[in-house]
């Protein structure tokens, strides 16, 4: 029995009495901290955590609506979870202490020496299990019974902690489904509001425009004056509409506006309603689960207390029942390695248990920390709900106090309008008034237009067979009158024709009787510098006071008597000068050829009478601007064409000063059409159609003069210039053209060379200007002596001016002369000269006309010379020529000079022929 008790000693079972402590010790503050997490915490939550990973935003659907009753849910859970943790915790420490009894009454039988009524007790203990179950040797009754309950209960745990996660996550969707279903209705409800409200007040806006549209179209129909005060208001009113319009349009895009973002709140809104949804029905779904957990908790419970009460009663019945020593003694040795192994077995489960309590413990506090951030999450979105509301809330305000404004402006601009509109229909009922008793005052007016209407009417129906008879008699009565008129014009451009050709007949005629050749002299003034340095400077010549073709010329003694058709004095104008000489001038407009040519010593004035000073020209630009001038007023029947040429005879070289080059030599050849005419290839002709280009013909010869010439005086002196003007002329009326030729020549200085000492290039210069003056002298004799041939050609210049010297060619020359004492010997030889060339009758041709309807122009013969003469020009009366008579000035008259016999010029003829031309000069030469 003894060593039966000795294999019974507990020293076998060291380690399993210090496992027991240690397990019971560890459960102990295992069950400690637990309830004081369950307790301090309570907010255990069976989500799991990937149930949250996967749905990261699903704590922060939650809402505030369903928050305090998910709270609630959440808390009983909580609740349920650890008074099922702590259930499960005692229900552990019952056990470890039933086998802290058990080991104890071991020791107290071994100590009392029973060790076999101790194994017989434990046999009857064991025995006694409920369910009939044996303890099997080394085998914890109590663990054995318990350890697959546990097993299962944790299993359930974990389902039940899925199935609550689940269950909350259905919840929550359901939760949120209900508060988005009734926030989304809320906005919608809003939204459909306010867009009734903007259709509404659209209408309203488009009602009252069109109203006060028509309002004022009536207005405006009734009164259509622009001056009328109507239609300045409803312009007014107009322009009202017009800003009231643009008012309207800005809060309608403001209500756009409003509208959009009314738009996207609501679509936030309803995403957040779908994401409550979502969490409230998890919730419920958590709900659920947690409810059955809940059942199969008590359940477990009601198990679990069945199972601890047939404990206690076994272990009441173990207590009152014999040790049965030996036995159990017996028992212990055999079980006590089964036993201890069952307890390393249920030890080893222990730690399982605890490892997997260790994780579920993490697993809550990982849960609760996803639960306090959903739950602020949650806070978050309340917030920005109530922000979004907020806005709404701000938004409807201000929509709802623009559509007050807009009502009330609408309301007052309706009323004013009204009031306008009842004061205008006022005025136009008044005015309506006033046209009705017009229109009573009217109707006899209007039935009296009726009647002149209809009378009118008729007239104008037979109008066109009216007007019709009065054009067709008026165009028979014109063509009368043209056919009249037409007789008429042809009858007065017949006598037109006949009385021009009349009046040319009779101004050739005229110019005929003064002569072809017509001689004037001109006596150049004493200049201030001759009176200064010569004391003789006393005049020599003396004139008639009454008449002004004598010129006295006292010269050694003896007063010479010169009678000229013209004398000019020293204090002769230009102006003067030239009415002498514009008949000739006109006369080269119908078609003569006109030769004018200044003659005298060297500083007589030859230059000055030609040309003249810029202030005061001679008689080439007046010439020239007296042609245009007729030229003009012949106009509009006639069409003329004006040239200018200008050259220079220099020992007997002839140049073109207009030319490019000056210094070119020209010739002077026959004309080779047959014609007779003399043309000089090569020389150049301006067509001058204003003064301004006769300037500028001017200028450019003197500048090719200067040119030319080193010394211009000196040259000028020693050179002939001429200025060739032609005028050609086509009658656009009658069809008729003339071509009449202008020349005016500045001759060179007529000084002898005897006197002037030259010699060299000077004698040459003499020599040449003497030639050309006596070659002029001998054509001028021939023609007076009526010889058949001139000898023209004699020099440049009488070939040059043959056509202007010959036929029916007129001819001035203005003979020069200086008064001064030192020049009387050149002025008497200048004087003998002009009074020989005065006796000179040309032979009078026909004019060259170029047409052949000249042919049957009036001839000279048929011309009435007892018409009146049609130049309006007086012309100085032709006189006779006496030329060198030594006569005093008291034993001769004007009258009788002028009547000198053509017999005694042929008596001169025969005296001038021995010295032609330069007098002395000539029999130097
Ligand atoms: N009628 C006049 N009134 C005033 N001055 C005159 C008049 N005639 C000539 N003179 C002056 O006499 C001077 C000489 O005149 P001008 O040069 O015309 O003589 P000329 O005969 O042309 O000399 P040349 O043969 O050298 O050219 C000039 O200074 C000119 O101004």
Same mark, same amino acid.
């Given at each position: 029995m003894f060593g039966t008790r000795k294999t019974w000693d507990l020293g076998?079972?060291?380690?399993?009495?210090?496992?027991?402590?240690?397990?019971? !010790? &560890?459960? *102990?503050?295992?069950?400690?901290?637990?309830?004081?997490d369950g307790e301090d915490?309570?907010?255990? $939550?069976?989500?799991?955590?990937?149930?949250?990973?996967?749905?990261? !935003? &699903?704590? *922060?659907?939650?809402?505030?609506?369903?928050?305090?009753?998910?709270?609630?849910?959440?808390?009983? $859970?909580?609740?349920?979870?650890c008074e099922f943790q702590a259930r499960l915790r005692s229900e552990e420490v019952t056990r470890h202490l039933l086998l802290q009894q058990l080991q104890q009454q071991s020791v107290q039988e071994k100590t009392c020496g029973g060790g076999g009524g101790v194994q017989t007790l434990q046999e009857e203990q064991l025995s006694a299990l409920p369910n009939g179950e044996r303890v099997q040797p080394g085998e914890q009754p109590s663990n054995r019974l318990n350890c697959p309950e546990e097993e299962q209960l944790v299993t359930r745990l974990r389902t039940q902690v899925e199935e609550l996660e689940e269950k909350l996550l259905d919840q929550t969707q359901e939760v949120e489904r209900l508060r988005s279903e009734l926030g989304a209705t809320d906005l919608e409800k809003q939204l459909e509001l306010l867009v009734v409200e903007n259709e509404r007040l659209k209408q309203e806006l488009k009602s009252c425009r069109s109203s006060e549209l028509q309002k004022l179209e009536a207005a405006a129909e009734t009164c259509s004056c622009s001056h009328c005060p109507y239609s300045q208001?409803?312009?007014?009113?107009?322009?009202?509409?017009?800003?009231?319009?643009?008012?309207?349009?800005?809060?309608?895009?403001?209500?756009?506006e409003l509208e959009r973002e009314l738009l996207e709140k609501t679509s936030r809104v309803e995403s957040l309603h779908r994401q409550l949804d979502d969490s409230t029905r998890q919730l419920d779904d958590g709900r659920r689960q947690l409810e059955e957990a809940r059942r199969r908790q008590g359940e477990t419970e009601q198990k679990l207390g069945l199972r601890l009460q047939e404990c206690e009663d076994e272990l009441a019945r173990q207590a009152t029942a014999p040790p049965r020593v030996k036995y159990v003694t017996h028992t212990v040795e055999v079980e006590s390695a089964d036993s201890q192994k069952a307890l390393a077995e249920m030890q080893t489960k222990n730690t399982t248990l605890q490892e997997q309590l260790s994780v579920q413990r993490q697993l809550l506090r990982e849960l609760e920390t996803q639960l306090h951030e959903s739950q602020r999450t949650c806070a978050q979105l309340r917030t920005q709900i109530l922000v979004y509301e907020g806005e709404m809330e701000r938004a409807q305000g201000q929509l709802e106090a623009e559509m007050q404004n807009l009502e009330e402006e609408k309301n007052r601009v309706i009323e004013e309008a009204f009031i306008r509109a009842e004061s205008e229909m006022k005025a136009v009922h008044e005015n309506l008034a006033g046209v009705r008793m017009n229109l009573l005052s009217l109707q006899p007016a209007l039935r009296t237009l009726t009647c002149d209407y209809n009378c009118l009417k008729r007239q104008v129906q037979d109008f066109p067979f009216m007007l019709d008879k009065a054009i067709t008699e008026a165009k028979q009565e014109i063509c009368q009158v043209i056919s009249e008129v037409s007789s008429t014009n042809q009858e007065l451009l017949r006598k037109y024709k006949r009385e021009m050709n009349l009046r040319k007949k009779c101004h050739n005629e005229l110019v005929r009787l003064k002569g072809n050749i017509r001689v004037f002299c001109r006596v150049r003034p004493v200049s201030q510098e001759e009176q200064d340095a010569a004391a003789d400077a006393k005049t020599m010549l003396s004139f008639d006071s009454d008449d002004d073709a004598i010129l006295y010329l006292s010269n050694k003694g003896k007063i010479m008597t010169f009678e000229l058709d013209k004398v000019f004095a020293p204090q002769a104008t230009q102006e003067e000068v030239f009415q002498e000489v514009q008949s000739l001038v006109t006369s080269c407009i119908d078609g003569f050829n006109v030769c004018i040519f200044a003659y005298g010593q060297t500083g007589s004035g030859k230059t000055y009478t030609m040309e003249g000073v810029v202030d005061d020209p001679g008689i080439n630009q007046r010439a020239l601007r007296l042609l245009f001038s007729e030229v003009t007023e012949k106009a509009p029947d006639w069409d003329y064409k004006i040239t200018v040429s200008m050259v220079e005879i220099y020992n007997e070289t002839l140049r073109d000063l207009l030319g490019e080059n000056p210094t070119d030599k020209l010739d002077i050849k026959m004309n080779p059409d047959g014609s007779g005419q003399l043309y000089v290839p090569g020389l150049t002709e301006f067509t001058v159609q204003s003064p301004e280009d006769i300037n500028r013909v001017f200028e450019l010869g003197h500048m090719n003069r200067a040119t030319a010439c080193t010394n211009l005086n000196e040259h000028s002196s020693r050179s002939h210039a001429l200025l060739i003007i032609t005028v050609s002329g086509f009658n656009t009326a009658t069809g008729n053209r003339t071509q009449g030729k202008l020349n005016l020549v500045d001759l060179a200085g007529s000084e002898r060379i005897g006197k002037s000492g030259a010699e060299g290039s000077r004698l040459r210069e003499a020599q040449c200007i003497n030639k050309s003056l006596s070659?002029?002298?001998?054509?001028i004799n021939a023609l007076r002596s009526k010889h058949s041939h001139v000898p023209f050609r004699n020099s440049r210049l009488t070939y040059l001016l043959q056509d202007s010297l010959s036929g029916d060619s007129k001819t001035l020359m203005m003979v020069q002369v200086s008064p001064l004492p030192s020049n009387m010997s050149e002025s008497v030889c200048s004087l003998k000269f002009a009074q020989r060339v005065r006796s000179v009758e040309l032979s009078s041709s026909s004019r060259r006309h170029e047409n052949s309807s000249t042919s049957s122009s009036p001839t000279h013969d048929s011309v009435e010379l007892d018409s009146p003469p049609v130049t309006p020009v007086?012309?100085?009366?032709?006189?006779?020529?006496?030329?060198?008579?030594?006569?005093?000035?008291?034993?001769?008259?004007?009258?009788?000079?002028?009547?000198?016999?053509?017999?005694?010029?042929?008596?001169?003829?025969?005296?001038?022929?021995?010295?032609?031309?330069?007098?002395?000069?000539?029999?130097?030469?």
């Open positions: 076998h079972a060291p380690c399993l009495q210090e496992l027991w402590k240690k397990d019971i !010790s &560890l459960d *102990a503050s295992s069950v400690d901290f637990l309830m004081s915490d309570g907010s255990f $939550l069976s989500l799991p955590t990937a149930a949250f990973s996967q749905r990261p !935003s &699903l704590t *922060a659907e939650l809402t505030e609506t369903n928050a305090p009753s998910q709270q609630l849910l959440i808390q009983t $859970l909580q609740d349920k979870v208001d409803a312009e007014s009113l107009r322009r009202e509409v017009s800003r009231w319009e643009s008012q309207a349009r800005q809060r309608e895009r403001r209500l756009a070659a002029l002298g001998d054509v007086p012309l100085p009366i032709s006189r006779a020529s006496s030329a060198g008579s030594t006569l005093s000035s008291a034993s001769r008259t004007p009258s009788s000079s002028r009547r000198r016999s053509q017999s005694q010029l042929s008596t001169d003829r025969q005296v001038d022929r021995a010295s032609p031309l330069v007098g002395d000069g000539g029999q130097d030469d």
